[in-house]
């Protein structure tokens, strides 16, 4: 298979080649017929300015006009009456003039002519003649003209045809050399013009290569503001996106890995305490079995999560949207946090109304709720209090989960909804959850159309926020 850099020089190349035979059919080829034709059109032009002229002016006038466009149509032109007496003979080419040349057949050529007119019938004729001097070719045409009283006549007009092979000869070897000077230029052009496009190319070739084999840090320099320097800035970014990815994958890694260990070495620590040590000691064996029961519930929490946001992010989740208050859930999930604090104290706040009618997927948006929660848990202040508000509005009802804790930074905030995010990565581990509640949140409320976001300053806190129509 050719390379791209061959093919463009053999386009390049191909195409001032073409353009060097279509100057060449032109100017060589083509030269007599379109000299020819030319001059027909030429003759055309000066018959109608001479009909003119016979219609308007004067015969004194008259003369001088013609004079005047036979010199500058260089033609020897007859006007004549039907009965051939001459009125105007005008000779501006002399010897060559067919006409009335001795070196044609003088008037016996108008003559002829005159028949060959005749026996056509047409008021226009044009013909080629040659005379017996040199075989110079001449163009006659013989027409029939009125005056200003209607007079009818016969306009002869001669006009010779000039010898164009010398010229064609000189055009040739014009050509050749033209040619010559073109293909070589040109295929030098080709040749950088082929190098340049494709060493971008190839570089970006190279650049992938590297990708692919683990490199994540390749780039392209990007030189140029065309679709190359466009399609170097698009694989940039996309090798860019490729780093972020494999930077998630890594600490996707260390984290699953981080919240697996703790459970499960918990479960295997308690297990053989109470296989070698508290097997019959009856409350320390139940209270080392609810243990071992809240971590593999810890451990089932942390799969379902990450099989939800991946059911999530691939659109397989559907959204059953139906009214429901949610301030009674709200409310309700409060209590339930209150009845399984943890050695860390806290204190979970309600401020809002009563009842708050909206639309949405009620085990969704208590999932939502759970997560904002356990999310603010985690990153509770000195205070130990969360403070969730609910607000109604005419078509909404907003929901805010605020914590006093250490804030987040504001180059961090467009980043924590992404999945095993973590702002703080020599900080101490997590109380609960698994690094994916954020996502989980993002996911669901992007399936609802709702929106969402968060409002933090370093030092006092975060808000996190999200609002679902009202129902009437």
């Known amino acids: 298979m050719k390379s791209i850099r061959t093919k463009i020089w053999f386009s390049t190349t191909l195409l001032i080649v073409l353009f060097i035979f279509f100057i060449w059919l032109m100017q060589i080829a083509f030269l007599p017929q379109y000299y020819e034709m030319e001059k027909t059109r030429s003759i055309l032009g000066s018959a109608a300015k001479i009909e003119m002229v016979l219609q308007k002016a004067s015969a004194e006038d008259a003369q001088n006009q013609l004079e005047q466009i036979a010199y500058e149509g260089n033609l020897c032109m007859d006007v004549r009456t039907l009965n051939g007496i001459s009125l105007f003979y005008i000779d501006m080419i002399g010897e060559d003039c067919i006409i009335h040349s001795r070196f044609g057949t003088g008037n016996g050529t108008a003559m002829q002519l005159l028949q060959l007119y005749n026996a056509e019938g047409k008021k226009q004729m044009i013909r080629t003649v040659s005379s017996n001097r040199f075989d110079i070719k001449s163009l006659v045409m013989i027409k029939e003209i009125k005056d200003s009283a209607n007079n009818n006549y016969l306009l002869f007009v001669n006009s010779p045809l000039e010898p164009v092979k010398a010229t064609s000869d000189i055009l040739e070897k014009q050509i050749i050399l033209l040619s010559a000077v073109l293909l070589f230029v040109g295929t030098i052009i080709a040749f950088f013009m082929s190098s340049y496009m494709t060493r971008s190319i190839g570089a970006i070739s190279n650049a992938a290569k590297s990708i692919g084999e683990g490199n994540f840090e390749a780039r392209v320099y990007v030189s140029s503001d065309d679709e190359i320097g466009e399609l170097a800035k698009n694989f940039n970014f996309m090798a860019e996106e490729i780093n972020k990815v494999e930077s998630t994958r890594r600490d996707l890694m260390a984290n699953v890995s981080h919240d697996l260990r703790t459970p499960l070495t918990m479960i295997k620590g308690y297990a053989e305490t109470i ?198």
Not at 300 to 315: A, F, G, I, K, T
């Open 275 to 472: 296989k070698d040590i508290t097997g019959d000691d009856k409350a320390k064996r139940s209270q080392q079995l609810d243990i071992i029961i809240a971590e593999s519930d810890r451990l089932n929490n942390l799969v379902d999560d990450m099989l939800s946001l991946s059911r999530m992010q691939s659109h397989d989740i559907v959204i059953q949207p139906q009214p429901f208050d949610l301030a009674v859930m709200i409310q309700d999930i409060i209590e339930r946090y209150q009845l399984n604090k943890d050695e860390d104290d806290y204190d979970i706040r309600y401020a809002g109304p009563d009842e708050c009618k909206v639309m949405g997927d009620s085990r969704r948006i208590e999932q939502v709720i759970y997560n904002l929660l356990n999310n603010a848990i985690n990153h509770i202040g000195k205070d130990k209090q969360v403070v969730i508000t609910a607000q109604m509005f005419k078509h909404k009802c907003k929901v805010m989960v605020e914590d006093h804790g250490d804030g987040i930074a504001s180059q961090h905030l467009p980043l924590i909804w992404d999945r095993y995010y973590r702002v703080n990565k020599s900080g101490k581990r997590q109380k609960s959850g698994t690094g994916l509640g954020l996502s989980i949140v993002k996911a669901i409320l992007i399936a609802h159309k709702a929106n969402y976001g968060v409002n933090s300053t370093e030092g006092k806190g975060s808000i996190f926020w999200f609002e679902l129509p009202v129902v009437k």
